[in-house]
């Protein structure tokens, strides 16, 4: 067993939204000391919003990510409404039609990406597979099936996307009071039929096909599914007024890890008054929680998990027999295994999948869309589910349009405190006491952080780059190993 | 069909290069022209589709002469996030998941200015005019 205190950095954690690094300090006896993520890029885009007109918002600030711009897109458009002088109720019903479209088509995409360019490989090879053979490339030779549908799910996601917005990143749809664009028929039937590409009927079987899969993989693995990383916390997301999961706009509801109620179904408008962030010296990344609980005992996970852990049901047929399987898995209680955030995700891209087909067989959304007449407030708070957790845009403007306060809670910074957590467990589990710590090992540090999806440069609204590097430190700071991960 | 990619970010200055050839020779050429802020998995799958692909991108490191067209191989090579995916590594996801190898060849001009901007710096529109020239003699348009 070493004698030295020893600190093992990970930098970046790999295969995850942007660049993070973890640190595990290590005592004399090897026993797990700290462990911590780290998020430490650049935080700007609430400052340099302000003084632009407030309409560029949902322009400018979906800029933050190339993976999940409709997100913010929305969320700031949301936001805009209210300053333009509409709520959400009173927008055109087939603006609110195109917008959760465009909403369902992102999520569609996001989680795809993520199941199957992500999160796969260490699935299917394990986390102690050869580094070269965990990454989608390999999944593509081993399970070309798999990875063919994979891709093909995100294609049809990213070009719904660019049917209604223009372009597969950074297009536009919302404007304020409305949509800018109307669905034209033709735009519409190229997702209806398979015409070459695989039509939305496909894409419903095909969810339903990795939902099979991901539950065939847990009764082959469950307690590695079950047992790593898991860990008690409260979950937080929004709900329709019938308690169905909800993406778009719904309320705000947080339970325990015993299934108690510690948010009741609250409007977004109200968010200041019941969520605090912390802020801690070793990264930019801000730790929100609820006030009533303070910082220690507030915090919630946020994502698929914590959605399907909220709400009561889910309004589409094929989706809510799952949940109705999901739960039952726990008899009902709040589930709190970490690594069943990828079933969760599975069953969220199944809803995803219904809805897009029950709204583009929507007459209405097909409707030209009118604006109502401008009616302007100072202030609009915008609140969706973006695929990794609640995204809340917060605005006020002067008496000139201009922004003169931004506000972001991102998904991903709801999850903050949770991957710390999930850090924590696998520096205890894993890596305590042991005489070498492998590279498969540090790994398992990854895959617990990964299972949440995390967008870094969402999270701190960020610019810029970070080397690459894993090194263990002595007690005096002196670096006794140092490994350059895969970076040109 | 033929592709070309342009990938960057005319946003970051220099980064905009590829975007730039593809703006020059957009009304010249008859290859499909595809904007990219970074390669995409599922542009594996359009590329199974092409006879002849060429990336143009910006490089950040000295070239001779300023810029350099090579052949370009499928390679296992992987970065460490999403966020970036080499030519080489969408060949080789193009050859596993669908079989097809393509043709293709990729245009690297250096770059001099990364800084939050739009509009390349005048040493990188030098570079391009040379670029240019090549890509055109290369790629008869």
Redesign the interface.
Known sequence: MSTTRRKITID?V??????GRVTIQLDEAGMVEQARFHVVEFRGFERFIQGHPYWEAPLLVQRLC??CPVSHHLAAAKAIDQIYGVDPKDLHPTATRIRRLLHFAQVFQSHA?HF???ASPDLLFGMDAPV?KR???AV??EH?EL??KG??M??FG?ELIKALAGKK?HGITAVPGGVHKTFHPEERDYFLADNGAPSIDTMIQWSQDVVAFIKDYHDKNFHFLDSFASYPSGHLGLVGNDGALEFYDGRMRAIDSHGEVTLNDVDSDSYLKYFGEGVEKWSYMKFPFLRHLGRKNGWNRVGPLARLNVCDHISTPLANEELREFKAYTNGRPNNHTMHSHWARLIEILHCAEQIRILLNDPEILAEVERPPVNRRPEGIGIIEAPRGMLIHHYQADEKGSITKCNLIVSTTHNNEPMNQAVQWVAKNVLDQQKEITEGMLNQVEVAIRAYDPCL?CATHA?GQMP?MLTVLDADGKIIAEHV???? | MNILFGIGNSGRADDGLGWALLDRIRQETDYQIEYRYQLQVEDAELISRAEHVVFVDSYRGELPGGFQWKPCEASSETEFTSHVLPPGAILRLCQDLYGKSPRADLLMIQGSSWDLQTGLSPEAEARLDHALRVFRERLPV
Not at chain 1, 14 to 19: F, K, P
Not at chain 1, 485 to 488: A, E, Q
């Open positions: 970046p790999t295969r995850v939204e942007g660049h190339g993976i990406l199957f360019y992500l070269e990454y989608v490339g593509a030779m070309p990875a063919r891709i093909q995100r294609q990213q990143i440069s610019m690459l991960k895969n970076s040109k």
